[in-house]
Structures are given as C-alpha cells and as structure tokens.
C-alpha cells in the first residue's frame, strides 16, 4: 500500500470530520447490509470522546439514532404481529434515512448537530 493510500485509509478512521461522514454512510449501507450499521456505532462510540466540537454532537446524534432505531425496529417487529408493525418499520426506516442524510449535510459543512439528544430530525 502507497504512502497516500495509507493517509487516504487512516483518515476515515480516525476521529474527525471524515469519520462522521463514514459512520453515516455505513448507517445507510445497512439497509442492505446489516453489520455496516454496527461497524458504525463502533466507530462512533470508539472516537466520541477522542474529539470536541461539531464533531463529537454527530457522534452523539449517530449514536442515538442507533440505539433509538433499534428500540423502534424491535417495537414495529413486535407490532407486525397485529399489523401495523409493517407500517411503522417503514417510518423507522424513514425517521433513520433523514437523519443520516441532514446528518451528512451538516457535516459536509462542518456544522454542529443543533440539539444531537433530540428523538426527531
């Protein structure tokens, strides 16, 4: 592996501005993939308290955007046997899609999350 690779490779590992946007990324490659999402709650909790700033509130909000989808995807799996879990795994899925999206827009500009303990957007 070339010097640059390496540079290029550390930098998404290490905590800071890059990192936020993988975690986020990997959040939303779970919907295909389900061990992205938990690579990413990883990399979050093993760099929040490594970083201050804008950057630590997007490890906090990726990290409850984890533990709270899956408290809500458990709920709705639950529901599904009644019928209206089908219909709320669609809103968790939705809920999660537009948090990591306004989660990466934010971060691309190096905005802090506003209120990263929130349960909405």
Same mark, same amino acid.
């Given at each position: ?26 959040? &939303?490659?779970? /919907? @295909?993939?389900?061990?992205?999402? %938990?690579?990413? +709650? $990883? ?7 490594? !970083? ?25 799996? &639950?529901?599904? /046997? @009644?019928?209206?879990?089908?219909? %709320?795994?669609? +809103? $968790? ?7 990591? !999206? ?20």
């Amino acid at each position: 592996m070339s010097m640059q690779e390496e540079n290029v490779s550390a930098g998404y590992v290490e905590p800071g501005g890059k990192n936020v946007t993988l975690v986020y990324i990997l959040y &939303l490659v779970g /919907f @295909v993939i389900g061990l992205t999402t %938990l690579i990413g +709650v $990883v990399f979050a909790y093993l760099n929040r308290d490594k !970083v201050e700033g804008w950057i630590n509130s997007h490890y906090t909000f990726q990290i409850r955007t984890f533990w709270l989808g899956l408290l809500f995807g458990l709920l709705s799996f &639950l529901l599904m /046997f @009644v019928g209206i879990g089908f219909v %709320l795994m669609v +809103v $968790v899925a939705i809920w999660v899609i537009v948090r990591c !999206v306004k989660g990466l827009q934010m971060a691309s500009r190096g905005e802090p999350v506003p209120d990263p303990r929130t349960w909405l957007f």
